[in-house]
C-alpha cells in the first residue's frame, strides 16, 4: 500500500513554487509554503489568490471553494515549520549551491521518514541527495508550468533512491490527477533535454539571421501544430532560466546542441529577460504581460511588394495527395490551374479527390455550392508538360528525387513562356541544384507547401541566391492570394521547419536506444508536458522512417554537425522495413 501524504511542505514561491502550492490545497492537503522574506511570501500568496480568483470568475471554482482552498495554506518564512511535514517539495531558483543548502537544513529539521523533493528541471538529483543524511529518500518532482494546469510531471529517481519512495511519489503523482513519467538523474529528463535542444537551435536560426522571430515561430506554430513558437516560449520561460539550464546540461553532457547560444548572454546583459522584464525577443506591454506590443523590429503588416509579375494561370506538376491538395488550394482561390498526370487514369483520379474533397467542405458548410462548382471549372487535367505553355507559374509536386526534379525543371524550361514562375515544392532537397537544370535560374523558387495542402496554412518561399527579388515578391503575394501564411528563408536543407523538427526527433530517438526511457514516455512527456500535438515516436510513425532518415541525412550531410547524424535505431528500422504506419510496424505496431 502505498503511503499516504497529508502535510505538504513548499520552499520557494515564485510562479511555479506557487503553482504546486495551489495544486496540493486543490486537493484537499494541507500546505506549508516558505520562503526567505515576507516580501516573497506576500507575492507567492498573491500568485495563488489571483489565480484562483481568475478560477472563480471563468465558473471553474466556486467562491467557497476558494476560501477553504486558501484556509488549507499556511504561509511563513521559518523553516522549522515544516518539521512534521510528510513530503517538502522544493521549488527555489535553479542554481545548485542553494539547492544544496536548502536540502542540508530540511535534513536537519524534518522528521526522519519525511521524503524531501526537488522541482528542478535541470540539475543533477544525486548531487542534492548527497547534501543530506537521507539520499535514498530524495526524489525529484518535476511540475510544469503552470503547475495548476500542466498535467505532467516527471518523477527523477537516483542511483540511490528506495524503491518505497519511488513508488509513493507515482502513487502521489496519480492522487493529484497528473500524468506520471519516471527516468533517471540526467541533465533536462525527459521533456527538457528534447525541449531546450530544440529551443536553442531555434535562437541559433533567430542569430544568425536565417530567419526572422516572427517566421520561426509562425513557422513551428502552422507547420507543426505546437501551441507556441520556440522564441515567444523562450520568453515565457525567461532568457536567464533557459540559459541556465542549457549550461547544466552542456555541462553534464557536452553535446554541442545544448551550449547556449551566445546572444543568450548578450540579452541577460542587456536585461532582456523576456515576459518577465517587458522585452525578450519581443516587446510586451509591460513587465509580466503577454501582450506582444509593436517595436523596431516587427514587420509591417502588409509588405510592400515591388516588381509582382501577375499571375493568372497556374500550372502544377504531379498526382500524388500534395499535387492534389495543391490544385485544390489554387482553383478555390480563383486561379486557372493546368495539372499535369503521367497517365489518363492519374488525371482522372485528381478530379476525382478534388471532387471528392470539394463535395465535403460543401457537406461540413465551409464552401458554398457554387465555389465549389467554379472550383471544379477552373482545373484542367493533361498529359504531358506542354500543356503548361502559357501559365504564369508552375508549381513542381512530384517525387523528392533530386535527378528526376533536375528533368522536369530542364523540360519546364524549354516549354514554359519566358518570366514564368518556376516553383518547387521540395521539403529538403537544394532550390538551387534544381535551378540550375535550367537557363533561368533567377526564375526558380521554392514554395514547400505542407500536408495535406489544403488544410495546412503555412507555406516556406525559399529564394536561392540566384533567385530574382520580384519573383520572391511574386510568390509571396500569391501565397497570401490563397489564404497561406508565408515565411521566408533562404536555401539551406531543412528550410525552418524542418531543420528544427528532425533533430528533435533524432535526439528522441537516441534517448529511446539509450534506454531512457520507454517511447510511450518520451510521447507522454513531450504531449503533457509540452503541449505537442503528438509525440515524436507517433510523429515519426506518421511521416515515415525512411522519410525521416532521409531528411535527417540531408541536414548531416549539409551542416555535418555531430549531433544531427541519425541515430543509429533509426536506420535499423528502416533497414528491418519498420518504416511507419505505412508498412503497420515502425516504433510501434499497427
Not at 500524468?179 to 538523474?185: M, N
Not at 522564441?231 to 547544466?248: F, K, N, R
Not at 482522372?348 to 465555389?371: C, F, I, N, Y
Amino acid at each position: 500500500m502505498a503511503r499516504e501524504f497529508q502535510q505538504i511542505g513548499v520552499v520557494g514561491l515564485g510562479t511555479m513554487g506557487a503553482g504546486i502550492v495551489e495544486v496540493m490545497a486543490r486537493n484537499g492537503l494541507s500546505v506549508t509554503a516558505i520562503d526567505k522574506d515576507d516580501a516573497a511570501v506576500t507575492r507567492g500568496r498573491g500568485h495563488v489568490e489571483g489565480s484562483t480568483a481568475r478560477a472563480v470568475d471563468r465558473g471553474k471554482l466556486s467562491a467557497e471553494d476558494q476560501t477553504a482552498l486558501l484556509e488549507r495554506v499556511s504561509w511563513g518564512t521559518e523553516v522549522s515549520a515544516l518539521a512534521e511535514c510528510d513530503l517538502v517539495i522544493e521549488a527555489v531558483p535553479e542554481q545548485l549551491e542553494l539547492k544544496r543548502a536548502v536540502f542540508t537544513e530540511l535534513d536537519t529539521i524534518c522528521k526522519p521518514d519525511t521524503v524531501l523533493a526537488s522541482n528542478t528541471s535541470s540539475l543533477s538529483i544525486t548531487e542534492i541527495a548527497v547534501a543530506t543524511g537521507r539520499p535514498g529518500k530524495v526524489v525529484g518532482l518535476h511540475f510544469f508550468n503552470p503547475a495548476p494546469v500542466m498535467k505532467l510531471v516527471e518523477v527523477v529517481r537516483t542511483v540511490v533512491t528506495e524503491q518505497d519512495v519511488i513508488d509513493d511519489a507515482e502513487s502521489f503523482v496519480q492522487q493529484l490527477g497528473k500524468t506520471d513519467v519516471t527516468i533517471g538523474d540526467r541533465a533536462g529528463f525527459i521533456a527538457n533535454a528534447l525541449l531546450f535542444g530544440y529551443l536553442n537551435h531555434a535562437v541559433s536560426l533567430y542569430e544568425s539571421k536565417y530567419a526572422t522571430r516572427e517566421d520561426i515561430d509562425a513557422a513551428m506554430k502552422l507547420g507543426c501544430g505546437l501551441p507556441m513558437g520556440p522564441l515567444a516560449l523562450l520568453d515565457l520561460i525567461g532568457i536567464d532560466t533557459a540559459y541556465e539550464i542549457l549550461d547544466t546540461m552542456y555541462r553534464q553532457g557536452r553535446d554541442r546542441l545544448h551550449a547556449p547560444q551566445p546572444i543568450f548572454k548578450q540579452m541577460m546583459t542587456a536585461g532582456l529577460l523576456g515576459r518577465k522584464s517587458g522585452r525578450g525577443f519581443y516587446s510586451y506591454a509591460d513587465s509580466e504581460s503577454p501582450e506582444v506590443v509593436a517595436d523596431d523590429l516587427t514587420p509591417p503588416a502588409k509588405l510592400d511588394l515591388e516588381g509582382v509579375r501577375p499571375v493568372s494561370q497556374v500550372g502544377v506538376v504531379g498526382s500524388g495527395t500534395m499535387a492534389t491538395g495543391i490544385i485544390e488550394v489554387f482553383a478555390k482561390a480563383g486561379y486557372d490551374v493546368t495539372f499535369v498526370a503521367r497517365s489518363q487514369a492519374k488525371v482522372d483520379g485528381v478530379l476525382a479527390s478534388v471532387t471528392k474533397s470539394l463535395d465535403k467542405a460543401v457537406a461540413r458548410g465551409k464552401l458554398a455550392e457554387d465555389k465549389r462548382d467554379s472550383a471544379l471549372d477552373k482545373i484542367t487535367g493533361a498529359q504531358t508538360l506542354d500543356a503548361l505553355g502559357d501559365v504564369d507559374l508552375v508549381v513542381e509536386a512530384i517525387a523528392e528525387d533530386l535527378s528526376v526534379k533536375q528533368t522536369t525543371f530542364g523540360a519546364l524550361d524549354e516549354i514554359c513562356k519566358p518570366g514564368a514562375v518556376l516553383a518547387t515544392t521540395t521539403s529538403s532537397l537544394p532550390v538551387v541544384a534544381i535551378a540550375a537544370s535550367t537557363s533561368r535560374p533567377a526564375d526558380v523558387i521554392g514554395m514547400h507547401f505542407f500536408n495535406p495542402a489544403a488544410i495546412m496554412r503555412l507555406v516556406e518561399v525559399v529564394d536561392t541566391v540566384a533567385t530574382a527579388p520580384d519573383v520572391v515578391a511574386t510568390v509571396l503575394e500569391v501565397t497570401a492570394n490563397i489564404g497561406k501564411h508565408a515565411v521566408r528563408c533562404a536555401d539551406r536543407a531543412g528550410f525552418i521547419v524542418n531543420a528544427l523538427l528532425f533533430p528533435y526527433l533524432n535526439d528522441a530517438v537516441r534517448m529511446l536506444e539509450a534506454h531512457y526511457a520507454t517511447a510511450d514516455d518520451i510521447d507522454s512527456a513531450m504531449k503533457v508536458g509540452c503541449g505537442y500535438p503528438m509525440g515524436p515516436f507517433e510523429l515519426l510513425d506518421v511521416v515515415g522512417n525512411d522519410v525521416s532518415l532521409a531528411i535527417e541525412r540531408e541536414l548531416y550531410q549539409e551542416f555535418r554537425e555531430p549531433g544531427f547524424a541519425p541515430a543509429p535505431l533509426l536506420e535499423q528500422l528502416v533497414t528491418a522495413g519498420r518504416l511507419g504506419r505505412k508498412t503497420g510496424k515502425g516504433f510501434r505496431d499497427y
